[in-house]
């Protein structure tokens, strides 16, 4: 199991202030944080700062909290039923390791933080430059503690930074001739932070496969395609790199075989997870990663989407198209797609109005795929819209990779928020407000983590159905090609045998 902590920007602005002192004395504060469980990594989602009052601690040499500072932290925990994170800053720069004080320190917080809490204590340590060090410490047996170090620290706001475990982090692999002009774009130092963001894309159709792909030959390692969907015959003439024998095959499996054979380093990993964002293995496939592109055009998906930006502060990349033709003009009548990102710190999918509430309700009961249901709908419900094209799903894709290198890169500081392409004005629009509106229910979820999560998991039907589809079609394949090595096998034994009888009766009549 891997360990993460994940922080908002103006949260981190506020430690930052407090921690990093011009005298260069050491401080230190306490933090909670709700509890975040993926697949394969744990996170800690810091969702309040307790910060220390006169007489919480001691500032002379090594500093140190006092009892009252402790029981006050431990009573909120309890009340709020949240973990405890200690804090505390060093003077050096860089990802900190752990002085004998340090762990000391520690490992007497830790039996009685799990004892109050029932969860595990997080200790953080903070350089000098800003750069966030943090661990884990887990109770394996009785009085014994093993600390673990995470993975990354997340900074999410209006960009998104992160801090790195060196030990973990592989340097030195774009000193390559396959990714000279990218790394000449941008440099060495913020290619490696790139490529080690772990990446996932809900929806693995004509702008997820594209984007999949862009993301691969920038050099992202790890990417997950989230997609429970079937290929069918009517996606030919969207899906970059299908052909007519991938029909019945999940779209996450097909696509993870397609993206592995365009490899360019061997550290690169691409994992299918066919199910649905809604179902729990699909849910938690996407809380594990560290940036999310959504590519679906479903309420459903994008509200638990929603979500997960704001509960988990994981920012989901969000993108659609909406074109139509026209019987007048007998031609296009119009085409237009929007990306932007959403997180805190940013407007979310339902303040966009990629999504409302009410067909969010419809899409769960199943009405959206009543096809009698549907032609009561009026003519302009998204239901009824025409579907995009390739041309047009190439530019989505392309504006969305755009706000992912610009979310992380933030060159000259600049952070642009949404972005919609006019294609008959040529026109793109970014007139568009960049925070939620005041009265926006998701900015209460903001670091919920697993708190939502039972709210948010329920049965998906037709994943459920896609997935014994696939499952007897790779089932008759499997049966056809054994059928078929069989049958070659008797035709070779039997040429064998012929020959054989062949030379066999020559000899005789000689």
């Not at 061997?266 to 996407?286: K, M």
Request: proline share 4%.
């Amino acid at each position: 199991m891997n360990y993460s902590v994940v922080i908002q920007e103006v949260t981190n602005a506020i430690l930052k202030d407090h921690l990093i002192r011009e005298d260069g004395q050491e401080d230190l504060c306490f933090a909670l944080y709700s509890y975040g469980r993926g697949l394969t990594r744990i996170t800690g989602i810091i969702n309040d700062i307790i910060l220390p009052e006169d007489g919480d601690r001691n500032l002379q040499g090594n500093v140190s909290f006092n009892p009252q500072y402790l029981d006050k932290i431990t009573a909120t925990a309890l009340k709020q039923g949240k973990g405890i994170i200690f804090i505390h800053s060093h003077p050096g720069k860089g990802w900190q390791g752990m002085s004998r004080d340090d762990v000391n320190t520690e490992q007497m917080l830790a039996p009685r933080v799990k004892t109050v809490t029932k969860l595990p204590l997080i200790g953080m340590t903070i350089g000098s430059d800003g750069i966030w060090s943090a661990r884990f410490w887990n109770k394996t047996g009785p009085n014994q503690y093993v600390r673990k170090t995470c993975e990354s620290v997340r900074v999410v706001g209006k960009s998104f930074t992160t801090s790195w475990d060196p030990s973990l982090v592989t340097h030195s692999l774009f000193k390559r001739e396959e990714f000279s002009r990218t790394v000449s774009a941008w440099g060495e130092r913020q290619q490696n932070n790139l490529s080690n963001i772990k990446v996932g894309i809900v929806g693995i159709g004509s702008v997820g496969s594209q984007i999949a792909e862009g993301l691969l030959r920038t050099g992202i390692q790890n990417i997950t395609l989230i997609d429970f969907d079937l290929v069918e015959k009517k996606n030919l003439d969207r899906l970059h790199g299908i052909t007519y024998k991938d029909i019945g095959y999940l779209k996450s499996d097909v696509f993870s075989s397609l993206l592995a054979r365009y490899k360019l380093l061997p550290s690169q990993t691409i994992r299918s997870v066919p199910f649905s964002i809604v179902e729990e293995h699909g849910f938690n496939s996407a809380i594990d990663c560290d940036i999310l592109f959504c590519c679906v055009d479903r309420p459903w998906p994008r509200f638990v989407l929603n979500c997960i930006s704001y509960a988990y502060l994981i920012p989901v990349i969000d993108g659609g198209i909406d074109a139509a033709y026209s019987l007048k003009s007998d031609n296009l009548d119009y085409a237009r797609w929007r990306s932007y990102t959403a997180n805190p710190g940013r407007r979310c999918m339902k303040c966009m109005e990629q999504y409302k509430p009410e067909d969010v309700a419809l899409e769960q009961s199943g009405l959206l795929e009543d096809s009698k249901y549907i032609q009561g709908l009026p003519s302009n419900h998204f239901s009824n819209r025409g579907e995009n094209v390739y041309a047009f799903s190439l530019a989505l894709a392309g504006l969305m990779l755009q706000q992912f290198l610009s979310l992380v890169l933030r060159p000259r500081r600049v952070y642009y928020g949404p972005k919609e392409m006019d294609f008959v004005t040529g026109n793109i629009d970014s007139g568009f407000k960049f925070d939620c509106e005041s009265n926006c229910e998701f900015t209460t979820m903001i670091g919920m983590g697993d708190t939502l999560k039972k709210s948010l998991i329920q049965r998906h039907p037709i994943a459920e159905h896609s997935r014994l589809k696939a499952n007897k079609i790779k089932e008759q394949n499997r049966i056809q090609t054994r059928i078929n090595s069989i049958f070659i096998a008797g035709i070779s034994t039997f040429r064998q045998l012929k020959s054989y009888f062949h030379i066999k009766g020559t000899k005789s009549r000689r």
